[in-house]
């Protein structure tokens, strides 16, 4: 029968190009924000996170930005690379004192030789 | 290697079973997480434990349930279990369970036949 599944947006980039993943949170109260990558058939991996007093983090070629106003996160990854192929996640966390992430439903990152 | 340790890695049961998956958070992490990860859902928060009780709780059925035990250690109970159970099913750890990231073990695949 038909297999039913979620329908990840992907993004097709060339090994050396720049990629930019996009993600809309929806809760105007989440204050920490982290972005996860997931190889196939592993766990997620953790890049790199950001809290709600700041717009901008670096890491090893990733950037975070983040804009409250229209609850958008974005990661950057400069001159990309075949083993950044994966699905990459963001999170949300709603809860204050307790730590539940909420993911995104992800995006498909596909390089390109 | 996250350090977060995971058993099974694979689990075949029918439905009606009940099955326990268990979790070994990194060295010193007080905080275990629970997630579903299915095609048509996504990654799904279960459930939250610092120090041996219950932090949070997200979408987790009447019929699982789950522990952290002195040594920090944690344990998924999945009874009656039904075909729609079948999932990848993580465990994550993180140092007090506040607003920080969570790292991922490899994660149990469940198939309900």
């Known amino acids: 029968g038909e297999s039913v599944g979620l329908h990840l947006p992907t993004l097709s980039v060339q090994e050396g190009d720049n990629s930019i993943i996009n993600c809309a949170y929806s809760n105007s109260a989440s204050d920490y924000f982290i972005w996860y990558k997931q190889e196939s058939g592993k766990g997620p991996q953790f890049i790199i996170d950001?809290?709600?007093?700041?717009d901008k983090r670096q890491g090893q070629r990733v950037t975070v930005l983040l804009n409250k106003t229209v609850k958008h996160l974005s990661l950057q990854i400069a001159a990309t690379q075949p083993g950044d192929s994966a699905v990459y996640f963001c999170a949300e966390n709603y809860g204050g004192a307790t730590n539940k992430l909420i993911f995104g439903t992800g995006t498909l990152l596909a390089v390109q030789p | 290697d996250s350090g977060v340790t995971q058993t099974p890695k694979h689990l075949i049961t029918a439905t009606g079973q009940r099955v326990t998956l268990r979790c070994s958070p990194r060295?010193?992490?007080?905080?275990v997480y629970w997630y579903q990860q299915s095609l048509d859902q996504g990654l799904q928060f279960l459930i939250q434990y610092y120090n041996g009780e219950e932090r949070a709780k997200g979408n987790i059925l009447e019929r699982f349930s789950a522990q952290q035990f002195p040594d920090l250690h944690s344990e998924l109970n999945l009874s009656s279990l039904e075909l729609g159970d079948s999932a990848l099913y993580f465990c994550?750890?993180?140092?007090?369970?506040?607003?920080?990231?969570?790292?991922f073990g490899s994660g149990t695949q469940l198939s309900v036949l």
């Open positions: 060295s010193g992490d007080l905080s």
């Open positions: 950001i809290r709600s007093n700041m």
């Open positions: 994550a750890s993180s140092a007090t369970g506040g607003n920080e990231k969570l790292f």
